[in-house]
T-cell receptor
């Protein structure tokens, strides 16, 4: 089955700096890669996703890049703000409805004011 | 994004009793719902996948007779923790998926068994 690894497990950055979180996956059949943000005690929120037919997607301060050959994808947050502090999870799926998501172990991001 | 509502958000029950958790998709039809368990500072552990109108598929190590899942309609799935014990105390969270790969999470249920 699929195996998703996520690094780093914790990340601290100064406000205004950039944060990068990286994930790797093992199953070449995976073609849908969402990123979720989870604040303490709350639900994971889908913040951005990418499908395997594109290499990069951007939404304001958030971007995701995908390298299918190397089987890795990354989340980039620019101009970080304290409210970006949360746990971020990457996931991989084969994109078919009903097929499970394989989650990374999470990255706890702290943005220091 | 789509709205998924999960209730209750918190529940305390006595050991040996059963607890039902509901997960509803409010503005879309959820052909698939996933149930997860999350331990503090840990990732989401998939318990089972349920498709509307069919039996749930449980992950290895998850007792199907203890964690009863029903997905009777395209907008509602329920998880019943039967004969709950303190070790069942956890954060349970559902996610719902329609005809697209995106999945949206409910707000989670904090279960405490005393």
């Amino acid at each position: 089955g699929e195996n998703v690894e996520q690094h780093p497990s914790t990340l601290s950055v100064q406000e205004g700096d950039s944060a990068v979180i990286k994930c790797t996956y093992s199953d070449s059949a995976s073609n849908y890669f969402p990123w979720y943000k989870q604040e303490l005690g709350k639900r994971p929120q889908l913040i951005i996703d990418i499908r395997s037919n594109v290499g990069e997607k951007k939404d304001q301060r958030i971007a995701v890049t995908l390298n299918k050959t190397a089987k890795h994808f990354s989340l980039h947050i620019t101009e970080t703000q304290p409210e970006d502090s949360a746990v971020y999870f990457c996931a991989a799926s084969n994109g078919n409805t009903g097929n499970q998501f394989y989650f990374g172990t999470g990255t706890s991001l702290t943005v220091i004011p | 994004g789509a709205v998924v509502s999960q209730h209750p958000s918190r529940v305390i029950c006595k050991s040996g009793t059963s607890v039902k958790i509901e997960c509803r998709s409010l503005d879309f039809q959820a052909t698939t719902m996933f149930w997860y368990r999350q331990f503090p500072k840990k990732s989401l552990m998939l318990m089972a996948t349920s498709n509307e109108g069919s039996k749930a598929t449980y992950e290895q190590g998850v007792e199907k007779d203890k964690f009863l899942i029903n997905h009777a309609s395209l907008t509602l799935s329920t998880l019943t923790v039967t004969s709950a014990h303190p070790e069942d105390s956890s954060f349970y969270i559902c996610s719902a998926q329609g005809g697209l790969p995106e999945a949206f999470f409910g707000q989670g249920t904090r279960l405490t068994v005393v």
